[in-house]
């Protein structure tokens, strides 16, 4: 990426302009061929829009029912029940948000902590091994995580964790950790989603810490700063719209995540103040209800729940590309 | 170099859609219910093996069955609660016939720590357990029907199937049947708003979520508890005795309301709390879903032959499978019943 760029010679990159020049004309002046390619990519780069479209349009069909039967109460009821065929998706939401929350919480500092220590610190012989083995976590399915949750985590949480925390740390006292510790969890799910979006985190972050120019190391190291003030000081500030792009990515792998949260979750309809109490998120329910949902208003439920996820998603993606573009306007000035 | 790529790409995806494809040619197709899926794909494939005629069952769950079915899109549904009569007034290809196949029952899995032998339930017990009034395991209504047990002064917690699911199907329409409250609660249902507890992801999300949890007590089939060696109490039914699930103590269930039942009958019977001394009182039936009218002769001839093949040599093989076959006096009334399936000619 940009590194060979920074690094190279001027005359170097005055060479480099001709030989674009060329490349650009070749393609506008080409034969048939080349314009069929042109058409065909742009009929394929079309469908991806026109995919997305067609998903809400369906979406927002197959919602509509519940979402005129029940209208903001929808978004606000904690009363989800498919016999009397009631439906409010508020604690779904709500921990489909929290959870996600928790895990970027818990995910973050360690994926950038890993990615600097990578790009930074590690020795050349290390950076392969330990980059490798992060970027494996991302390969493992996530019905595995799910039973490594089941059989691992959940007892450990329940056993240590829980306890060390509401106990040992007196944060019992708090409304977020108390209450009696069964295991499967809000806390849980977060702590699953944590390890299943670091990689995603970490290895974004270190692409785009390698990808720092050295002239800005060597410009901080040259002022006097020592190591660490050169990483928080220089190269920090220039990878952080990267970094940013990273989380958002990560995020939104979280909000979406359905087999492994559904799973440790504990699949209650509640809203509890304590993590250590069973929660739901909208990716389980669907994942749960729909096969089975056979009432037209119990699938346009699940319809409409899928289609506040859409929302939500899409939401994240908007204040993610300003953010980007908010530091990324900051990067200019700090280069 | 990225078209030659691109090509390549486009080149393979073909050759896979190519080789996929052929395979698709089947005689009859239906889709449904997950719960009897073992016992039907023994079936399809013990009759292939006979008569050459080829059943490809997609185990999509009850509910994806029930719609398929009504949409026509396959040739038989499954089911493991029967079609609503709004369900099947939407059926696009006239009336649909409920056929019962095997049976199920639903067992009570517990985590009791210094429990020594088999727990004892009652149908009132179950329920207000799972309505969260009963909450200690040592409450006087437990300890008075397990005399001999040392029960502990722990926390009763509730796990139920977060999953829609047959299984909770028939959970809950035997506690509908044994308590008016829960019937005018949660009441029945694949899913049902649940008063207490936590929710686990199928059978084993149940069962992994009983065994590790201390005082933990929840619901699961039969046939995984069996297969998984896992022990189960023992129920009391309706003549008032405390009966263990078995494939026979559940086709005792059958036979007992099948006595009960008209010439005539749907099958859409529940046979939840059925009479019977040795009547195990949580079970259901499972149904394949036809119409009665047959519009292609060549399928229609199939599957009715597949439907009489199923009821004589599939009831056999069963039970070696943990799954109840039909009484015999059921059996008869089936028949009868497919005989009434109309096939174009």
Redesign the interface.
């Known amino acids: 990426m940009t590194p060979s760029n920074a690094a190279a010679p001027l005359p170097d990159s005055g060479q480099g302009t001709p030989n674009t020049a060329i490349d650009g004309q070749d393609l506008q002046g080409g034969g048939w061929s080349d314009r069929a390619y042109d058409a065909l990519l742009t009929a394929f780069a079309l469908c991806v829009p026109l995919l997305l479209v067609l998903l809400i349009v369906a979406l927002t069909m197959a919602a509509w029912p519940a979402l005129k039967q029940f209208g903001f109460g929808f978004l606000t009821s904690s009363d989800w029940d498919p016999a009397a065929e009631h439906f409010g998706a508020a604690p779904a939401i709500y921990g489909t948000i929290v959870s996600s929350v928790i895990a970027l919480v818990i995910a973050t500092p360690l994926a950038i902590g890993v990615a600097i220590f990578v790009a930074e610190f590690a020795p050349r012989w290390l950076r392969q091994p330990i980059g490798f083995l992060i970027d494996l976590l991302a390969a493992i399915p996530s019905v595995v995580y799910g039973l490594w949750g089941i059989f691992v985590l959940v007892p450990a949480l329940r056993e240590t964790v829980m306890p060390f925390l509401r106990d040992t740390l007196h944060l019992g006292a708090t409304p977020f950790f108390s209450g009696p510790a069964y295991g499967p969890s809000m806390l849980a799910a977060g702590v699953v989603l944590a390890i299943m979006i670091l990689p995603y985190i970490s290895s974004v972050s270190r692409e785009v810490l390698l990808a720092v120019p050295r002239s800005q190391r060597e410009a901080a190291l040259a002022l006097g700063a020592t190591r660490w003030e050169a990483i928080v000081g220089a190269v920090l500030p220039f990878a952080r719209s990267g970094i940013i792009g990273g989380i958002i990515l990560g995020l939104g792998r979280a909000l979406g995540e359905t087999m492994a949260v559904t799973m440790v979750i504990g699949n209650r309809h509640e809203i509890a103040a304590s993590l250590f109490a069973p929660g739901y998120t909208i990716a389980s329910l669907i994942a749960n209800e729909f096969a089975e949902a056979s009432g037209d208003m119990h699938l346009s439920a699940l319809m409409a729940v899928g289609f506040v996820l859409f929302v939500i998603t899409l939401l994240v993606n908007f204040v993610a590309r300003w953010l980007v573009w908010q530091t990324s306007g900051g990067t200019r000035k700090v280069g | 170099m990225t078209?030659r790529a691109f090509r390549s790409a486009a080149l393979a995806l073909l050759g896979i859609a190519g080789a996929v494809l052929p395979a698709a040619a089947q005689d009859l197709t239906g889709a449904g219910a997950?719960f009897p899926y073992p016992v039907y794909s023994k079936w399809f494939n013990d009759y292939a093996a006979k008569s050459g005629v080829k059943i490809n069952y997609q185990s999509?769950?009850?509910?994806?069955g029930?719609?398929q079915i009504s949409e026509q899109t396959v040739d038989f549904g499954a089911t493991d609660g029967p079609m609503s009569d709004d369900?099947m007034g939407k059926a696009k290809g006239g009336p649909i016939l409920h056929i019962p196949t095997v049976m199920g029952g639903v067992v009570v899995v517990y985590n009791v720590p210094g429990a020594k032998g088999q727990l004892k339930f009652s149908g009132d017990v179950i329920a207000d357990i799972f309505l969260g009034k009963i909450t200690k395991w040592n409450d006087p209504r437990i300890t008075a029907i397990n005399k001999g047990e040392a029960l502990p002064a722990q926390?009763i917690?509730v796990v139920h199937r977060?999953?829609?699911?047959?299984t909770t199907y028939i959970w809950?329409d035997y506690l509908t049947a044994v308590s008016p409250e829960w019937a005018k609660g949660?009441?029945?249902?694949?899913?049902?708003?649940?008063p207490v507890?936590?929710?686990?992801?199928g059978n084993e999300?149940v069962a992994?979520?009983v065994q590790?949890?201390p005082g933990a007590i929840g619901y699961v089939e039969l046939i995984y508890a069996r297969q998984n060696k896992i022990s189960f109490g023992a129920v009391k039914n309706a003549s008032g005795n405390f009966v263990t699930a078995s494939t026979e103590t559940i086709t005792d269930a059958a036979a007992g309301v099948a006595k009960g039942l008209p010439k005539d009958t749907d099958f859409r019977v529940s046979i939840v709390n059925a009479p019977g001394k040795s009547a195990y009182p949580i079970a259901s039936m499972t149904w394949l879903l036809v119409y009665q009218k047959q519009a292609d002769a060549a399928k229609g001839k199939k599957l009715v032959d597949f439907l009489n093949w199923m009821l004589v040599d599939g009831q056999a093989t069963a039970a070696g499978l943990d799954y109840a076959p039909l009484p015999s006096a059921v059996v008869k009334q089936v028949k009868a019943r497919v005989a009434s399936i109309a096939v174009a000619k």
């Open positions: 078209v997950t999509i769950g009850s509910g994806g029930v719609r369900e926390d917690l977060s999953d829609g699911s047959g809950t949660p009441g029945k249902g694949k899913d049902v708003k649940w507890g936590l929710g686990g992801k999300g992994g979520q590790q949890l």
